[in-house]
T-cell receptor
Framework: DAGVIQSPRHEVTEMGQEVTLRCKPISGHNSLFWYRQTMMRGLELLIY????????DSGMPEDRFSAKMPNASFSTLKIQPSEPRDSAVYFCASSLKGPSYQETQYFGPGTRLLVL | GQSLEQPSEVTAVEGAIVQINCTYQ??????LSWYQQHDGGAPTFLSYNALDGLEETGRFSSFLSRSDSYGYLLLQELQMKDSASYFCAVRSYNQGGKLIFGQGTELSVKP
C-alpha cells in the first residue's frame, strides 16, 4: 500500500488566496483526520470523518476553513481566504475504526503551507 | 477538559536507556498512545496501552498506570536514529474517541 497520500507537499501563497489541500487515505480505512502542526500550538486535530461523514469539526479554527470528503478515497481541506497565521504543516491521517478503541492512525507526509 | 504533560526536551547518550513521562487529565479515559516524529517527517505510531502495565515492542516499551493517570515510554539501547520528538496521546470516549496529543518531547541522542 502506498500509505496516506497528500498533495501538494509544499505550498507558498499570498495572503487572501484560496488554498486547497488534498488527501487520499489508505484503501479500506474508514476514518480520516486533518491535523495542523505548529511550534506554538503543537499537533491539533481540525476535523475528522468516519465513513465520509464529518464527526467532529470543533477544531476548525474559523469559517475560513472547510473540509469535505466526497468519497472514501478523497478529502480536501480548504482555506479561503488564507492568512499568514495559517502557515503550518497540515497532516492527513487515516485509520480503520473497529469495535475497540485500539486504532492506529497512519499519517501522510504533510503539506507545508507558507502564507506570505 | 483534557490536558497532557510531558517534558519538552530530553538528552541521552548512545546505548543508554531513557524514559519519557506523560501525565494526563481527562474524563472517560480509554487508552494512551505514543507516536514518534522525526524532524521534517510525519508522526508514526509506536505503542498503545489501554490496561495497566508494560507493553514491550523491541527496544521500546510503554507503561500505563490508570490510577495515577500516568504513563511512560522507555527506550533502551539508544541509537542516534532515535533522535526525534515523541508524543503521548490520550483517547477518551467522552471526546468521541479522538486522539488528543501532548506537546511532544524532543529526544536528542548524543554519541
Amino acid at each position: 500500500d502506498a500509505g496516506v497520500i497528500q498533495s501538494p507537499r509544499h505550498e507558498v501563497t499570498e495572503m487572501g488566496q484560496e488554498v486547497t489541500l488534498r488527501c487520499k487515505p489508505i484503501s479500506g480505512h474508514n476514518s480520516l483526520f486533518w491535523y495542523r502542526q505548529t511550534m506554538m500550538r503543537g499537533l491539533e486535530l481540525l476535523i475528522y470523518f468516519n465513513n465520509n461523514v464529518p464527526i467532529d469539526d470543533s477544531g476548525m479554527p474559523e469559517d475560513r476553513f472547510s473540509a469535505k470528503m466526497p468519497n472514501a478515497s478523497f478529502s480536501t481541506l480548504k482555506i479561503q481566504p488564507s492568512e499568514p497565521r495559517d502557515s503550518a504543516v497540515y497532516f492527513c491521517a487515516s485509520s480503520l475504526k473497529g469495535p475497540s478503541y485500539q486504532e492506529t492512525q497512519y499519517f501522510g507526509p504533510g503539506t507545508r503551507l507558507l502564507v506570505l | 477538559g483534557q490536558s497532557l504533560e510531558q517534558p519538552s526536551e530530553v538528552t541521552a547518550v548512545e546505548g543508554a536507556i531513557v524514559q519519557i513521562n506523560c501525565t494526563y487529565q481527562t474524563s472517560g479515559f480509554y487508552g494512551l498512545s505514543w507516536y514518534q516524529q522525526h524532524d521534517g517527517g510525519a508522526p508514526t505510531f509506536l505503542s498503545y496501552n489501554a490496561l495497566d502495565g508494560l507493553e514491550e515492542t523491541g527496544r521500546f516499551s510503554s507503561f500505563l498506570s490508570r490510577s495515577d493517570s500516568y504513563g511512560y515510554l522507555l527506550l533502551q539501547e539508544l541509537q542516534m536514529k532515535d533522535s526525534a520528538s515523541y508524543f503521548c496521546a490520550v483517547r477518551s470516549y467522552n471526546q468521541g474517541g479522538k486522539l488528543i496529543f501532548g506537546q511532544g518531547t524532543e529526544l536528542s541522542v548524543k554519541p
